[in-house]
């Protein structure tokens, strides 16, 4: 069974910088999410969850696949 090194150092890194990015951005999305138009804030909100529902399941996918060497 082959595993990466690199990849295994920057998935571990960022499943510690997940959290951290998510809760900024979220914090940012709620600051500005009153001053703009209801179209931008449709497509903040959903560009959001796009992104962090693809960002866990890249995580959780490479933790099984590259950490756990499955």
């Keep these: 069974v082959l595993s990466s ?5 920057m ?4 499943v ?8 900024a951005e ?5 600051l500005k999410y009153h001053l703009l138009p209801w179209h ?6 959903t560009a959001f ?3 962090s529902l693809a ?3 890249r ?3 490479g933790y099984l696949g590259n950490l756990q060497e499955k």
Aim: aromatic share 22%; proline share 5%; with cysteine.
């Design 5 to 9: 090194l690199p990849l295994q150092v």
């Design 11 to 14: 998935l571990y890194l960022n």
């Design 16 to 23: 510690y910088y997940f959290p951290v990015w998510c809760l």
């Design 26 to 30: 979220g914090i940012m999305l709620h």
């Design 40 to 45: 931008y804030q449709f497509l903040l909100v």
């Design 49 to 51: 969850l796009i992104l």
């Design 55 to 57: 960002e866990g399941s």
């Design 59 to 61: 995580l959780y996918l």
